[in-house]
C-alpha cells in the first residue's frame, strides 16, 4: 500500500500530499487504529504535519481525504480546526459511514464542505465523483455525481440483490442520503 500510495518512507502512517498541478493540492490522511477499531484516530504527529501541509499549498486549493470522517474520529476536532482556518480549503471528503452525505462547514477562512460517500458493498452501490471548476469571480466549484456499478453477469445480478434485500430490513435506511447529498455543484468564495 505504502509503494502504491507513493507516500514513501517508513513512518507508521501513511499521510501524503499530492499537488495536481498549480492550482491544486490533495491531501491523504491516515486515520487507522493500529491497535484496533473501525473508528478513527488522529495520531500525535498528524496535527502539526497537516499545518505544514496546508501551508505548504500556498494559493493552491485543497482536498482532504480520509477513509473516516474526521468529524467522528478522536482528535478529529483539532484537525478540523486547521481546516476551519485555512482559506483554500474546499472539502474534507471520506467514506466509512456508508452514507452519502454533503454538509457545509463555516470557518474562519471561509468555510468548506464535509463530504462522505456510500459503499460500493452497501445499497445503494454507489460511487463518487468529484470535478473541480474555476468560477469566473476566483472562487471554486466542486461538481460532483454519484455513480452505479454495472457489474455484467450473474455476480453483479446477485451483489445488487443482495445489498437491496438488506436495505428491506432497515440497516442501511438513509444510506442514498437526500437529494442535496448526491448530484450537485458546490461553490466555494474565493479567499479574501
Given at each position: ?41 488522529v ?20 482536498l ?11 482528535g478529529g476536532?483539532?484537525l478540523?480546526?486547521?481546516?476551519d ?24 477562512g ?32 466542486i ?9 455484467p ?8 440483490q ?19 447529498d ?11
Amino acid at each position: 500500500l505504502r509503494a502504491g500510495s507513493g507516500a514513501g518512507g517508513n513512518a507508521e502512517r501513511i499521510d501524503y500530499h499530492l499537488d495536481v498541478g498549480p492550482r491544486l493540492r490533495l491531501i491523504v490522511l491516515d486515520l487507522v487504529r493500529r491497535a484496533g477499531g473501525s473508528g478513527g484516530l488522529v495520531a500525535p504527529g498528524q496535527p502539526a504535519w497537516l499545518a505544514r501541509e496546508l501551508a505548504g499549498a500556498a494559493d493552491r486549493w485543497v482536498l482532504v481525504f480520509s477513509h473516516q470522517p474526521l468529524e467522528s474520529s478522536a482528535g478529529g476536532e483539532e484537525l478540523l480546526a486547521l481546516l476551519d482556518r485555512h482559506p483554500r480549503v474546499v472539502a474534507a471528503v471520506a467514506g466509512h459511514v456508508h452514507r452519502n452525505q454533503i454538509v457545509p462547514r463555516p470557518g474562519a477562512g471561509g468555510g468548506y464542505w464535509l463530504i462522505t460517500t456510500a459503499s460500493l458493498i452497501d445499497y445503494p452501490q454507489q460511487a463518487r465523483a468529484l470535478r473541480l471548476v474555476q468560477t469566473a469571480g476566483g472562487g471554486i466549484c466542486i461538481e460532483t455525481w454519484m455513480l452505479d456499478h454495472i457489474f455484467p453477469g450473474r455476480l453483479g445480478e446477485i451483489s445488487r440483490q443482495l445489498s437491496y434485500i438488506d436495505a428491506q430490513g432497515g440497516r442501511p435506511r438513509g444510506f442514498a442520503g437526500g437529494r442535496l447529498d448526491r448530484n450537485v455543484r458546490l461553490y466555494r468564495s474565493p479567499p479574501p
